[in-house]
């Protein structure tokens, strides 16, 4: 006989649970997922898979056309690639006994519970995808100071900077923290478009679009610490480097030596239009050298002898991030839960919220009198395209 009771209310439970997406992973449904280029989404994984993203790589300047009757050589297309890999299985679970079963699916208990289980898994899968913050160089504003103290001009800037990194200039957005949604809802400027009939700029107390900005509200924003210190000397290039290099050899002249958190962002004195990170913190003694590995590969030549210099005194603030869903990547993939048709220890029902893109899989397994509830998901990403991301420095709190 089949089990009637977890059939009618696994897919019950997984309504709520595209609720509590859509409202703890706001970011999520402004992320490209796996289909989105032209992978294996959907299939079945296991943890530990890897998803290869080749991306495109800036041109340098041209060259002139010259006829010719020996064709020429053309140089490699130098694709960087991106790996994302499905490294996160992560589950929320709760056994009731028979009892309390029959008691609690009348009191509509268990259906809630497992939203609240669904939301600890948003939380962390919100966590995940900031942590990778680092990976985005191109940055505005000032830490330490709120982005909406007195004026959206910070909005401004953020899309000009975008512009700058060749971000395509449709579909951004920009995640900012609660205290910052809050202190632009007080600004004049805000209230007065609302007045005068923009129903973009405010919709049921949250932000909409301003300044060719999707505006969402996460509490996830990620918090940075620069550690940028140069001891009063200087730091250049050891040697010409080509675009689409990730690494450059450089070396500390003078001062007490040099020192660099992953995250901090930089400027080659050739074009300081070019913004980039480490992947990792960085420290050189003086007069020494060292390498530094680009968050994304260097889309202008840099030629020897040009200096580093740093973005913007960072100190401590928070990084509200947005740009073009392309920028981030995420991979979910439903773990197997049947053979041959049937149900593999219990009873599971797999979803993908076509919103925010997270596939879940809610699952009710028994036992001798009781039976566990279960919810679960399998997902990596990170950022895949660093120069169609941006990150717009705010207050500390």
Known sequence: MANTF????????????????????????????????????????????????????????????????????????????????????????????????????????VPNQMVEAVRSIANQMASYLYDFYYMISGQCGTAGTGAFASDIDCLSDFDALLTRQRCPM???????????????????????????????????????RLMNLDIVTDRYIPTHT????????????????????????????????????????????????????????VSIAAAATGDITLNRPLEEAVDEDETLAEVTNNGTGRMNIGGNSYG?????????????????IGSHFSGVDPLSGAALTISNIPGDAMTLFRVSCAYGGGVVQPNYLARLATGAT
Not at 6 to 26: C, D, W
Not at 328 to 344: C, K, L, Q
């Open 6 to 109: 977890a059939s009618n209310l696994l897919p019950k439970i997984y309504l709520g649970a595209q609720k509590v997406l859509r409202e703890e992973l706001p970011v999520l449904s402004m992320v490209s997922r796996e289909d989105a280029w032209n992978m294996n989404a959907g299939l079945a994984a296991q943890k530990g898979q890897q998803v290869v993203i080749n991306r495109p790589v800036a041109f340098d300047t041209p060259g002139d056309m010259v006829p010719s009757m020996t064709p020429p050589t053309p140089s490699n297309m130098n694709l960087s690639a991106s790996t994302v890999t499905v490294d996160q299985w992560k589950k929320q679970e709760f056994g009731v006994t028979q009892e309390e079963a029959v008691l609690y699916h009348t009191q509509n208990v």
């Open 170 to 208: 449709a579909n951004r957005f920009l995640a900012i923290s609660i205290t910052d949604t809050a202190a632009a809802r007080k600004l004049a400027e805000v209230q007065q478009a609302e007045r005068l009939g923009d129903q973009g700029v405010i919709r049921q107390g949250q932000l909409g």
């Open 328 to 344: 981030f990547g995420m991979a979910f993939r439903t773990m197997p839960t049947s053979i041959e048709g049937g149900d593999i």
């Open 226 to 281: 620069s550690t940028y210190t140069l001891g009063g000397g200087v730091v250049d290039a050891t040697a010409d480097t080509a675009v689409g290099e990730t690494t450059i050899n450089v070396t500390v002249t003078g001062g007490s030596g040099f020192v660099m958190a992953a995250g901090d962002p930089f400027t080659f004195s050739g074009n300081t239009n070019h913004q980039y990170t480490s992947t990792a913190a």
